[in-house]
């Protein structure tokens, strides 16, 4: 399978359920633990649930394997681990308290649906 159909698997995934502020995240070769990162935002613990619920199953679907997936909607940020792809769901007061994007840099920047 071509390298990059994870990423559009969640990606899509992501889009389908509507998360929001969808960031894709390259950090191959500054990070030990995977290639891309992932980041989307939830608008209530029930959709943060939903979405992340919907991407384990995606993900499954395509022949892709879920290594972990910690956290929880009630803490306010939901990680999927894929291998070469994490998945950060956050709620928007925990996405701006934690600012991963801003922790990795402009650079890394892939993709936006904002």
Known sequence: MPKN???NVC???LENSKALDILSLDIEG???F??????ATANSNRHAKSISNKLIEEVKDNNFEILGSEGS????WILVDCGSVVINLMRPETR?????EGLWGENTLLSTNS
């Open 30 to 32: 500054i990070s030990s």
């Open 34 to 39: 995977a290639d891309k990162i992932i980041i």
């Open 11 to 13: 990606l899509e995934s």
């Open 5 to 7: 159909k994870i990423i």
């Open 73 to 76: 909607a009630d803490s306010g």
């Open 96 to 100: 701006e308290f934690y600012d991963l």
